[in-house]
């Protein structure tokens, strides 16, 4: 762990520490202020009684780890690059353990510091696949693993009166009473997609998918580290209807890497996302607009294929754009679809997330009441990932991307990979999910593939 990274994380537990103390007894008395009885003639299920948040914390603490096994059986691979995954490479594992502290700070001012710890690697040390099969393994793999700070920021509610509505708990949220037209500024160590490209069945790789292009839109090149956070600032007015928000965002001095360069007027990610909110047949729906720009220091994919794929020596500050289409609708009330469609610069490296320049993925969400199982969820996805001709040319050149970087592509075809997992509850707060994933043409290549994927999640959160 770097002195920057030890610092951070000694700074985040003397402040959460010292908050918590002097907020415990605040938080004491509203717990007991908050406690539903009995009324006496009917009665209430334990599991409802758990299921009760109060209606404002003043802090919280959260624990949340989650194993990773996936293998694969091999697969048709004629030759191997730099970035390949070899069919050899049959089994990987990750482990992520992270605690949140949560701590009111004043009214509407919130404080939240998570360390993690992390050990592992995904297939080819996660390389290989555009759309990767494992959204928990970082891009920098740990034999013996390492503390890491994913998020230190303040938060900031401003409400403008009137109607309010109830947040709930979670690792990042302290259950509040809020007014509903607000304003919420948030600042510090974050991942952008925190906040952007949200989506109710498709989002958070601890319960539902694992794909990366299911997680995210894979063509969304969005600010990020190799462990997919970077420090930056977000500003979001809600109302009924809809949401407005805008970030700002550090990025990497260099592709996939930790450092975050420094020339913060040179140096940017910027995004702006409005989300509309509709009924469609009496079930709710939303739709995400997001559109950002991105100034790095990255490479020309044309002028490095004259170069024999050197990239590195193409690279100096340019202006990249891209775009995301985000729908998720309710079709039962526990039936839900989702669907992404992104796209990016296909001329300019891909800077941060995967080397995809236009992406589509649609899936299904389906919770187990019909079976009797209502904390269980059954996921179906397709997810399509694909690049320009100079893209192309660069990798058949002998170029390396993000993840892809076979040595050569001479047959060209996009990415497909299907997606199925059932989650099931083993007990509240404990959770196994079982996965399957096929991936067609990984990397872009007709040469290779496809792969089986066979894997096991393992959650444990209280």
């Not at 690792?171 to 919420?184: F, G, H, M, N, Y």
């Not at 925190?194 to 498709?202: E, G, L, Q, R, S």
């Not at 020596?313 to 469609?341: K, M, Y």
Request: aromatic share 12%.
């Amino acid at each position: 762990m770097t002195n920057a990274a030890s610092l951070s994380l000694l700074l985040g537990i003397i402040l959460a520490a010292t908050i918590s103390f002097f907020c415990s007894a605040n938080a004491q008395d509203n717990s007991l202020q908050n406690t539903i009885g009995d009324d006496g003639k009917k009665p209430v299920p334990i599991e409802k009684k758990e299921e009760q948040q109060p209606e404002q914390q003043n802090w919280a603490i959260h624990f949340d780890a989650v194993e990773v096994l996936q293998g694969q059986p091999g697969f048709h691979a004629p030759y191997s690059g730099t970035n390949s995954i070899v069919p050899a490479d049959d089994f990987r594992q990750t482990t992520e353990v992270d605690l949140f502290f949560n701590v009111r700070l004043w009214p509407g001012g919130e404080f939240y510091f998570n360390p993690e710890y992390y050990q592992g690697f995904g297939f080819g040390s996660t390389h290989g696949i555009v759309q990767f099969p494992n959204s928990m393994a970082y891009k920098t793999g740990k034999y013996r693993g390492d503390v890491n700070i994913p998020h230190l920021f303040v938060r900031q509610i401003i409400g403008f009166g009137g109607e309010q509505e109830q947040l709930e708990a979670d690792e990042l949220q302290l259950a509040e009473k809020v007014d509903i037209s607000r304003l919420t500024i948030q600042v510090g160590r974050m991942a952008s997609v925190d906040i952007f490209d949200n989506n109710a069945y498709a989002h958070n790789p601890r319960v539902d998918f694992l794909n990366w292009g299911a997680v995210d839109a894979i063509a969304f090149d969005y600010a990020a580290d190799a462990l997919g956070y970077e420090e930056g600032a977000t500003i979001e007015l809600n109302q009924k209807g809809w949401a407005l928000r805008y970030g700002w965002f550090t990025v990497p001095a260099r592709s996939n890497a930790n450092a975050t360069d420094g020339r913060y007027l040179e140096a940017w990610d910027q995004l702006l996302e409005l989300e509309e909110r509709y009924t469609l047949f009496g079930h709710p729906g939303k739709l995400r607009l997001l559109g950002y720009l991105e100034h790095a220091d990255m490479g020309s994919y044309r002028a490095a294929t004259g170069l024999g794929g050197d990239i590195t020596e193409t690279r100096r500050h340019r202006l990249t754009e891209g775009f995301v289409v985000n729908f998720e609708q309710e079709i039962t009330s526990d039936l839900g679809a989702f669907l992404r469609i992104g796209v990016r610069n296909p001329n300019y490296e891909a800077w941060a997330f995967s080397d995809a320049s236009r992406s589509l993925a649609v899936g299904l969400s389906l919770k187990g009441s019909a079976w009797k199982r209502p904390n269980d969820t059954v996921g179906l996805a397709n997810m399509l990932a694909g690049i320009g001709h100079a893209e192309q040319a660069y990798f058949n050149a002998g170029g390396l991307g993000i993840l892809a970087g076979d040595g050569k592509l001479p047959h060209y075809g996009l990415e497909n990979v299907i997606e199925f997992y059932y989650n099931f509850e083993v007990y509240k707060g404990v959770n196994v999910t079982f996965d399957y994933q096929l991936a067609v043409n990984p990397a872009f290549n007709e040469d290779r593939g496809p792969i089986n994927i066979l894997g096991a999640r393992i959650g444990v959160k209280f």
